[in-house]
């Protein structure tokens, strides 16, 4: 008797690999065996196919079933495998023809009655059959908005594998995608909510300009989360392609919206103090799942009360804002997530924390040892650095209202195109993705406007990876200034960011 093949995908962190499933029958007692490395899910599915089927209105095979999933040293984890082994099983039956299984993705976890259930990673799976020259796709009829963004690729869904079944024997048609309605996002915070606190603000326009990540110290109460709430509402919408990428991770974690996929603004995440390890940079039995910073990809990662986080948590950050990707490794395997985010820190100067510092009742060791769970290494990832102050006086009048969002935004995009277009030939979309050596060699500024920053370096102030943001921050001022290249003045703004009596 013939084999039956059908195709699906496995996702590994948001990186998809096609698997060949096979169904063969005959050899022996009726048995159904699976192999090609599948965990106890997917062991699973044999029972779970079965009884679909059966309750689809077709026979079971009465022989050995061995049922393959190449390639056979890929873990397979999960249960979206059930809707291809289902077909290939009836395609070596005989039960259903396969002339429209080559090229044909099928991808769906079944339920015992024979409906075909949604999965997680549907868009990281469909990209990567793409890429491998499919053709189609049957997927979940709950997963079709999602499956509709990739394009060049013929999407189907279906509800029930009898649909199915019915569509391979010509009788019957399966859903297509609908055209979605464009649905506005969310509004963000305006900043015309926060009162006074000008230089703060203007450190947050900085850091929206080039891509920066920041700190807030000050006393309860004076705006940090705030202002750091209102930094999405600067920032540019997503590019299909940065857009895509955002889906495909929130689409592996399972939190895509059934009306809206596809992610068109930067998302905000803000844990708690209290989270672990393993939430904050992704974990998990088997294979790991994606963490807060890389849901918080392409977008703002706020750690409000940043010193009361664990030193560890905070510390698992380091890596991640250098390379801007997570590697995590586990027992069925390595996986790599995207973890490009703004990191902004909120911290209060002390434990006590009263509205004056006169209050503080704090000792010097105390507030040292508070302040010091923010480790040196971290602080020297991080460019803008700002003390803000209590508030004097609520401005009510209209002549002294703050700027809104939309002014400050206008200035922050137009400040990322001009470093767009320089930096377009070499593949950075910002300032603070740009590397080091290329500032220091291709970019380098005259040696009378780093004077500064060479006499920081020599007294020990500043690291050399303190230098190299510097260099960064100097170039976005001088994009909001539109100067063709950063002068003394830019530099110095740039280092005066960085002090640590900020911290």
Known sequence: MPIGHTWSVAVLGIDGRLIEVEADLGGGLPTTKL??????????????????????????????????????????????????????????????PATRLPGTILL?????????????????????????GMKRAVVPAHSLSEAALVEDLEIFGAARLADVISWLEGEGTLVRPEVAA?????????????????????????????????????PPGVGKTMLAKRLPGLLPTLSIEEALEVTAVHSVHGSLSPTAPLATTPPFVAPH?????????????GLASPGLISQ???GVLLLDEACEFSGQALESLRTAIEEGEIRIARSKGSVRYPARFQLVLAANPCPCAPPRETDCTCTPAARRRYLNRLSGPLLDRVDIRVRMR??????????????????????????RDRAATRWSAHGW??????????????????????????????????SARGADRCLRLSWTLADLAADPEPSADHVAAALEFRDRRAA
Do not use: C
């Not at 040293?73 to 291809?84: F, Q, V």
């Not at 506005?184 to 920066?212: F, I, M, S, Y």
């Not at 005259?446 to 060479?454: G, K, M, Y």
């Open 273 to 285: 103090h209290s989270v672990s390890v393993a939430a904050l940079v992704g974990g998990g039995s």
């Open 296 to 298: 918080a990809h392409r």
């Open 108 to 132: 769906g976890e079944l339920s015992l009655d024979g409906r075909v259930r949604e999965i997680r990673g549907v868009l990281p799976g469909l990209i990567a059959a793409r890429k491998a």
């Open 182 to 218: 464009g649905n506005d996002p969310p509004k963000p915070p305006d900043l015309t909510d926060v009162v006074g606190q000008p230089e703060a603000r203007w450190a947050l326009e900085v850091a929206a300009a080039g891509g920066h990540h920041v700190l807030f110290t000050g």
């Open 390 to 415: 209590p508030i004097t006086a609520m401005t009510t009048h209209a002549d002294g209202a703050p700027e809104p969002t939309e002014a400050v935004r206008e200035r922050v995009l137009a400040a």
């Open 429 to 462: 979309r910002t300032n603070a993705e740009v590397p080091g050596p290329a500032l220091r060699r291709q970019f380098a500024l005259p040696r009378h406007a780093t004077a500064l920053l060479d006499r920081s370096l020599e007294r020990g102030l500043l």
């Open 35 to 96: 192999v090609g490395l599948p965990d106890a899910g997917l062991r699973e599915a044999k029972d779970r196919v079965r009884s679909a089927v059966r309750n689809s209105g077709r026979q079971w095979p009465g022989e050995k079933l061995t049922l393959g999933l190449s390639p056979a040293d890929l873990p397979k984890l999960g249960s979206g495998y059930d809707l291809a082994i289902a077909v290939a099983v009836l395609a070596a039956a005989g039960s259903v």
